[in-house]
């Protein structure tokens, strides 16, 4: 599970292999998400966030979207 970000209490990582989609999942102090990052970044799933904590975590993960493409090709080369 490579963190790739880190921002204030929240931690950007993979699941190895989980699944082909790329996504990012965010750890956060009360909960955890999980956004797809392609065609366009949307939340998946999440689990005891608020709903105003979830609207800023999208909004970090479009901010560092290209990045956390990058890193998903580096981790998971095709």
């Known amino acids: 599970m490579p963190t790739i970000y880190r921002e204030g209490p929240y931690r950007f990582f ?3 292999r989980e699944e082909t989609r790329m996504h990012v999942h965010v750890y956060a102090p009360d909960g955890v998400a999980k956004f797809w990052l392609e065609p ?5 799933d999440s ?6 904590e979830l609207t800023r975590l999208e909004g970090m993960v479009k901010e560092h979207q290209h990045d956390f493409v990058v890193a998903w090709r580096r981790h998971f080369p095709e």
């Open 14 to 16: 993979f699941n190895s």
């Open 40 to 44: 366009i970044v949307a939340l998946a």
């Open 47 to 52: 689990h005891l966030l608020s709903a105003r």
